[in-house]
């Protein structure tokens, strides 16, 4: 049986990649990897752990001898890295935990699986290492323009330079000793189990909590966003199908103001809570902005589109509507992950503002 490692598995996007995958592959063993910091959630599982081909393993990708032991003892044939650091206010406030788990972690499983699938005596030639990481690491556009791959690094901020080091460090590791890897870089996600720190969960949330939605700045910067189980399907794609060596990037051709999101999401939240219309947009409260706020990504995805046939499935504003329902119907979850730890975080930032 097939051994393939999914790292972060119990955060948002890894979540929908470890269904997918578990329910795809049932001749796969799939273990998730993953620390439970405040953005892991085991719930986001719940309607898989009990399938015979899931492993759950709580580790730390910044502890070396585990992850090695690890490797050792099962022996993994792929590895999907998504455990991360992903959020960008928390890395302008601690960037050193950035550096640690997106540069240190990633370096550690590089490490690991190296050694074991480049040893001489028992190579494991058809293994493969597979890297998430983000638009964020080509810097910020003007009002024209589009990343491709071949678009020059450019992060500013702790979290897209941490990722931009280690998307550096998957390809040296590729160029110098042979390993096996691809890369794809994302676009902003949507949907479901997404932490509502990030905009459209917390606003979701406040909305819902008659609470103020903040929007930094005039609310001018643009995002590009992809509803998260097309991002799996692409990342399915590429671990099968994708070119050992090769970048892939994956976008929805979706961009908008956050402003305008804001207040689309303000009238579906609207109709859907049988408030008045116009009523929950008295909630946006401009803030001060994000230091070194991006202003513009946009995302060309023509080559996974041309080379591997990948097409997101759906629009922002179905994407929106499909999100927003399943936040309604879920209360319980939203419940417990904005309980202690993060209503704390939630709170201080929200005050320093
Ligand atoms: P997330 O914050 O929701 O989840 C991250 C997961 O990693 C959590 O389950 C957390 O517990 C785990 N984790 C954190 N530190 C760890 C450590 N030291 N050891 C083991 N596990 C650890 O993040 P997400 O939004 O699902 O992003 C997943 C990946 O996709 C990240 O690599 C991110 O950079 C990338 N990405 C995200 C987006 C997006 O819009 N969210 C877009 C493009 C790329
Ligand atoms: O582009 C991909 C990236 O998208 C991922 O690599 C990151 O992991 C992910 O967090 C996301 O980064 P952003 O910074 O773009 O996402 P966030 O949801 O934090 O912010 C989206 C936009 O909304 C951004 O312009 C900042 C703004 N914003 C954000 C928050 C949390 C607000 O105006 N108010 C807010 O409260």
Redesign the pocket.
Known sequence: MKKILI??G?????SHVVRRFVTRYPDCAIYN?????Y??NLENLHDVEQCSNYHFVK????DFDFISSLFEKHRFDGVVH??????VDRSISNPLEFVM?NVV?TVNLLNAARKLWLNPESPMPQARFYH????EVYGSLGSEGIFTETTKYDPHSPYSAS?ASSDHFVRAYHDTYGFPVVISN????YGSFH?PE?LIPLAIHNIKNKKPIPVYGKGENIRDWLFVEDHASAIDLIFHKGKNGETYNIGGNNEWKNIDLIRLLCRIMDRKLGRKEGESEQLITFVKDRAGHDLRYAIDSSKLQNELGWKPSLRLEEGLEKTVEWYLGNEAWLEHVTSGQYQKYYDAQYTQR
């Open positions: 790292t972060g119990a955060g948002f996007i890894g990897l993953d620390k439970l910091t953005a892991g580790g730390d990708i910044q998504l455990a991360a650091e992903s959020h788990t972690g998430i990481s983000t638009d990722k994302c676009s902003n996600n932490f990030k």
